[in-house]
C-alpha cells in the first residue's frame, strides 16, 4: 500500500472521519429498545449532555465537558455497553429574549409593541436560524452522541414533561403563590436565579449616619452602603448583649426625612464590631434584614417598583432612579443634621449575568417550590450511597446547601419559555392548574379564562433532563432501558443549581436516582491561574485552537490536565505540546506501517502458538510494560483519575514505545527472516493496543491511523498470525474491544528488571558522552563488569552498543576483572561497573571528585536508611515493605563499595 503521508493533516480528516462514524451508526447504541433484537441482559452506559444554551458559541467549558462525556462514552462503547449519549439543547430564556429584543430595538421596536405572540413567532424563527451553531461546534470536538435522539427543553415532548411536573407538585402542595424576597432585574423586568447572579468586588462607600430617637436627643449610630434603602426601613436592631445601647431595646426611632416611627428591636444578627454597632433593617430589599423581620414579625415595605424607581413609599423621592435617590436622601440628611461621615469600602456588588446591572433584592409576588421534601429525598439518596459524588469533598457541600435550603421562586417575567400552566378566572376569581390548556373554569365552568403570564425558570425544565429525554411521562422503551441513566458530569460550580434539582425532581417524578454517578470537573484558568475574560484579554477561543493545533492536541490537553473537582490552568503552549504529542504517534505508525510492509510473502513466519517463546528482551520488555500500562489505565479509570491515566499512556508511547523499543526494533528488522517477522508482528499489536487507549482521548488521529494498521495488517504476512484475533478487528476503531487487563505472569517481573538495568547502563554512557561532549556519531569502546548481570548484558550487546553509541567489537562484558583497566572513566550502574577509555578527556582529579560526589550522594541514602532501619519503622510496617528498605540499602552499599574501590585505584 503507498506510504502514509510524512505528517497528520488534520483539516483533511477531523470532518471526515466524523461523518463516517455518523454515517455507519456508531454513535447509536449497539443494543436499542426499539429495534426487534433488543437484548435486555445487555448493560447500558448512559449520559444526559449538559444543555448548551441554544445562544450559546463554544467556549472552553463547553471544550472540557464535551471531551470528558465523549472520553466516558467512548470508554464504555468500547468495553461492550450499550451506549447512549444524549444530546441537547436548552432553550435559555433570558439569554435568548435578550438577543431577539436587540433585533427589534435594531428596527425600532420594544417587545410590547408587537405583542407575545409574534415575539414568540420571531424568537422560534431565531431559534432556529442561529440555534444549530453550538450542536455544530460540539461536533467539531468529536462528540460521539446519538443526534437522532436530540432534544431541545421546548420540545413538545419536554414542555408535555414540564406542565406533568408542575401540576403534580401543585396537586401535592409543593408549588404554590406568594410575596417573598427575589433578586429582581431592573433591566431584564423578570427575577433571575441566584446562579444568574454574579459578584465583584468594587468600590465604594460606607455612609455613617444618627438613627434618632424619638422624643430624644439620642440616636444610634448606623453605617451602610446603600442609604436609598433607609426610605424601607421598619426597625433598628441592636445585639441583645450590647451594653452599650441596652437602654434603647424597645423605644422607638424616627426614619430619615420620613419621620416614621419605628421600632429599636434586639437580636444576634447584629455585627457589634460594624458600623457604630447598630443595623437599620429593611425587609423588603435585604435577605438577612428580611429573615430578621420573620422573627420580630415587622412589616415589610418595598420601596422601588420594577424599574428600580422610587415607587410612592418613598415619599418625596418617588419616581427617582435608585442611585440618584441615595445622592438626593444623602444631601438632605446632611442639610438636617443626620450624616456622621462616609469612609471608603469595598462592596461585593451583585450583577446580572446577561445585562450587568446591579440585581436588586426585592418583594415581589411569584411561584415557589415547596422545596424541603424534595431536598431531604435527595439528601438521603446520597447518604445512602444511591448517589456517589466525584469528588468526594463535595458530597459534604451538597449535605449543607440542601440543609439549609430555601424555596426556590420558579417563576420569571419573561415571554420565552415554559409558560405557567395557572389560569385564573374573570368570574369566580379561582385558578385552574391544568395539563392540558382547560376551556372552562374548574371550579365555576366559566370561559373567561386568563394564563399567567409568566414562565419557569430554564432550571425547573432542566432539573427534568435526564428523563423527560427518554420519554417521561410516557413508559417508552428508551426510558424503560436507558433509566436510570450512569453518570453526570458537570462543572461543580452548578453542583446545587442543576445537579441537586436533578436529583430531586428525579426521585420525585419516577421514584429513582436520575444517575448513580456525578463527576464534577473544575473551571479552566489562564496560565497564571487567573479566571479567562475579555478584560484580562487572556480568554483562549477553542474554535481557534482547534483550526490550528488540531482536535486531539486539545482534547488531551484538557483532559490530561484535568483531575476531578480541582480548577486547570492552560496555555496554548500546552496544546502545542500535545500537537507535537500526536505527531509523534503518527511518526510510530508510519514506522509501523512500513515495517509491516516491508515483510516478503515468502519470509518464515512462526508458528502463532509458539511466536512469543521467541522474542527478545525488548520484546518481553515492552509485553510486559504494554501489560502493566492496561492494568494501570483500567484502575486508574474506574477510580475516575482520567488524567493520570492518560499522562501514563503519554509516558509509555513517547518513552517506552517509540523512544526505546522502535529504536532496538529497527535492529531486529534489519536482521530479516523470522526476526524481522516476529518483531514486525509485535509492533502491530503494541501499536494497536495504544491506540485503543489513546482513542477516547485523541478520537481522530487514532482511528485514522488505525484504519490504515488494519489494511496493512491484514494484507501482509501476519494476516495469519491475526487470524485468531479477527473479531477484535471491527470496522472501526470506535467500536473495536477495549483492551481487558490480565493478570500479572511470572516472568514479567525479571524481564522489566533486566531492561530496566539495561536501560540505566545505556542512560549513565549518554549522560557521560553528552558531559564531555563526544561526537554522537563516534564509536567508543568500552568494558562493562558484572557478577549477577554480566550473562544478560552479553546477550543484549548489539542494542546496548547501538542504543550507547558503543563499538560492538571493542565492547567486552566480564563476570569479573582482576584489575581495574588503566586509563579508564569509571561507572557505576547498580551492579555494573562501566570503564570507558576517555583518558584524554578527563584528569584525574575531575574523575575523583565526581567519584566522590557519587560517593556522598549514596552514603547520605545509606545514612537515611539505617536510621528508618533501627527506628520503630521495622516493627509496625508490614514485613514487605520492611524488607523492600533493606534490599535498597544492601544495593546502595554495594554501590558504595564499588565506588570506593574505584577511589582506592585512582
Not at 33 to 56: E, L, M, Q, W, Y
Not at 360 to 380: D, G
Not at 419 to 432: A, E, F, K, N, S
Request: with cysteine.
Amino acid at each position: 500500500m503507498p506510504p502514509l503521508p510524512k505528517t497528520y493533516d488534520f483539516h483533511a480528516t477531523e470532518q471526515r472521519i466524523y461523518a463516517w462514524w455518523e454515517e455507519n451508526g456508531y454513535f447509536k447504541p449497539h443494543n436499542d429498545p426499539n429495534r426487534p433484537d433488543f437484548d435486555p441482559a445487555v448493560p447500558p452506559f448512559v449520559i444526559s449532555i449538559p444543555p448548551p444554551n441554544v445562544t450559546g458559541e463554544l467556549h472552553l467549558g463547553h471544550a472540557m465537558f464535551v471531551s470528558m462525556e465523549d472520553l466516558m462514552i467512548r470508554y464504555h462503547r468500547m468495553k461492550g455497553y450499550s451506549t447512549l449519549w444524549v444530546p441537547g439543547s436548552d432553550h435559555a430564556g433570558i439569554a435568548t429574549q435578550l438577543q431577539v429584543e436587540k433585533a427589534l430595538a435594531r428596527e425600532g421596536l420594544r417587545r410590547e409593541q408587537i405583542g407575545r405572540e409574534e415575539f414568540q413567532h420571531r424568537t422560534w424563527a431565531w431559534k432556529e436560524k442561529y440555534g444549530g451553531i453550538i450542536t455544530q461546534q460540539i461536533r467539531r470536538l468529536g462528540a460521539s452522541c446519538d443526534w437522532e435522539r436530540e432534544r431541545f427543553t421546548l420540545d413538545a415532548g419536554l414542555s408535555r414533561a414540564v406542565r406533568e411536573a408542575f401540576v403534580r407538585l401543585y396537586e401535592k402542595g409543593l408549588i404554590y403563590r406568594g410575596p417573598r424576597l427575589i433578586n429582581w432585574s431592573p433591566g431584564l423586568r423578570t427575577a433571575v436565579s441566584d446562579l444568574e447572579v454574579e459578584y465583584s468586588e468594587e468600590p465604594g462607600k460606607l455612609y455613617y449616619f444618627k438613627y434618632m430617637l424619638a422624643d430624644s436627643d439620642e440616636y444610634l449610630p448606623v453605617a451602610t452602603t446603600r442609604p436609598e434603602t433607609i426610605l424601607g426601613d421598619t426597625a433598628v436592631a441592636v445585639h441583645p448583649e450590647d451594653p452599650r445601647y441596652q437602654r434603647f431595646i424597645g423605644r422607638q426611632a424616627v426614619v430619615p426625612v420620613l419621620n416614621r416611627l419605628i421600632p429599636v428591636i434586639a437580636d444576634d444578627y447584629v455585627d457589634r464590631e460594624f458600623g457604630g454597632g447598630a443595623l437599620k433593617v429593611t425587609p423588603g430589599h435585604d435577605p438577612n434584614d428580611y429573615a430578621i423581620s420573620q422573627r420580630h414579625n415587622l412589616p415589610i415595605i418595598s420601596i422601588l417598583d420594577e424599574a428600580a424607581c422610587v415607587n410612592a413609599n418613598g415619599g418625596p423621592y418617588a419616581g427617582l432612579d435608585r442611585f440618584d435617590a441615595r445622592q438626593r436622601l444623602w444631601e438632605d440628611m446632611r442639610q438636617a443634621g443626620l450624616v456622621l461621615r462616609e469612609e471608603p469600602y469595598t462592596l461585593t456588588v451583585p450583577r446580572t449575568q446577561r445585562g450587568g446591572e446591579i440585581v436588586e433584592p426585592m418583594l415581589s409576588t411569584q411561584w415557589f417550590v415547596r422545596i424541603q421534601p424534595l431536598a431531604q429525598a435527595a439528601l438521603q439518596a446520597v447518604r445512602d450511597g444511591q448517589i456517589r459524588i466525584v469528588p468526594e469533598r463535595f458530597t459534604k457541600v451538597y449535605y449543607n446547601w440542601l440543609e439549609n435550603i430555601e424555596d426556590w421562586c420558579i417563576s420569571r417575567q419573561l415571554w420565552w419559555g415554559h409558560r405557567i400552566p395557572v389560569w385564573y378566572c374573570q368570574d369566580c376569581g379561582q385558578q385552574t392548574v391544568a395539563r392540558q390548556d382547560p376551556s372552562a373554569c374548574a371550579h365555576c365552568g366559566s370561559a373567561r379564562l386568563e394564563q399567567d403570564p409568566d414562565v419557569l425558570d430554564t432550571w425547573f425544565s432542566s432539573g427534568l433532563w435526564p428523563f423527560s429525554t427518554l420519554g417521561w411521562p410516557e413508559q417508552t422503551p428508551d426510558l424503560g432501558y436507558f433509566y436510570p441513566t450512569s453518570y453526570m458530569e458537570t462543572g461543580y460550580d452548578i453542583l446545587f443549581f442543576w445537579v441537586a434539582r436533578m436529583i430531586m425532581s428525579g426521585l420525585e417524578f419516577t421514584g429513582q436516582p436520575p444517575f448513580h454517578t456525578v463527576y464534577l470537573h473544575g473551571l479552566i484558568r489562564d496560565e497564571h491561574g487567573r479566571k479567562m475574560s475579555k478584560t484580562y484579554g487572556n480568554v483562549i477561543d477553542p474554535l481557534e485552537v482547534m483550526n490550528d493545533l488540531g482536535t486531539d492536541a486539545l482534547r488531551f490537553t484538557l483532559l490530561v490536565g484535568s483531575t476531578p473537582g480541582n480548577d486547570m490552568n492552560l496555555s496554548v503552549k500546552k496544546v502545542e505540546a500535545n500537537r507535537n504529542f500526536a505527531n509523534k504517534i503518527w511518526n510510530a505508525g508510519r514506522f509501523v506501517i512500513a515495517a509491516i510492509d516491508s515483510l516478503r510473502p515468502g519470509d518464515p513466519g512462526p508458528d502463532p502458538q509458539i511466536a512469543d517463546q521467541e522474542w527478545t528482551l525488548a520484546d518481553s520488555w515492552i509485553w510486559a510494560r504494554l501489560q502493566m500500562l492496561i492494568r494501570d489505565v483500567e484502575r486508574l479509570f474506574q477510580s475516575f483519575q482520567y488524567g493520570e491515566a492518560g499522562r501514563q499512556i503519554y509516558e509509555f508511547f513517547w518513552g517506552d514505545f517509540a523512544d526505546w523499543y522502535v529504536e532496538i526494533a529497527k535492529l531486529q528488522l534489519a536482521e530479516g527472516g523470522r526476526r524481522a517477522y516476529i518483531t514486525a508482528y509485535g509492533l502491530t499489536r503494541v501499536l494497536d493496543a495504544s491506540l485503543r487507549l489513546l482513542h477516547p482521548f485523541t478520537p481522530f488521529i487514532t482511528e485514522e491511523l488505525w484504519g490504515h494498521l488494519k489494511t496493512a495488517a491484514f494484507a501482509s504476512p501476519l494476516a495469519a498470525l491475526l487470524a485468531a484475533m479477527q473479531k477484535q478487528w471491527p470496522a472501526a476503531l470506535i467500536v473495536a474491544p477495549w483492551p481487558e487487563p490480565r493478570p500479572e505472569y511470572a516472568w514479567e517481573a525479571s524481564t522489566l528488571a533486566d531492561f530496566s538495568l539495561l536501560q540505566e547502563v545505556v542512560r549513565a554512557i549518554r549522560n557521560l558522552r553528552a558531559e564531555k561532549n563526544v561526537k554522537p556519531g563516534k564509536r567508543i569502546p568500552a568494558a562493562l563488569v558484572s557478577a549477577s548481570a554480566a550473562q544478560m548484558l552479553r546477550q543484549q550487546s548489539a542494542p546496548l552498543a547501538a542504543l550507547a553509541g558503543l563499538d560492538l567489537a571493542a565492547l567486552e562484558i566480564h563476570a569479573a576483572l582482576p584489575a581495574k583497566p588503566e586509563g579508564h572513566i569509571a561507572l557505576v550502574v547498580g551492579p555494573v561497573e562501566v570503564y570507558l577509555p576517555l583518558a584524554g578527556l578527563v584528569d584525574a582529579g575531575e574523575q575523583r571528585a565526581r567519584l566522590e560526589r557519587d560517593l556522598s550522594d549514596l552514603q547520605a541514602q545509606i545514612t537515611r536508611l539505617e536510621a528508618l532501619l533501627a527506628s520503630s519503622f521495622a516493627e509496625k510496617a508490614p514485613p514487605a515493605v520492611v524488607q523492600k528498605e533493606r534490599d535498597k540499602l544492601a544495593a546502595y552499599q554495594d554501590s558504595a563499595a564499588k565506588i570506593k574501590g574505584q577511589l582506592e585505584g585512582l
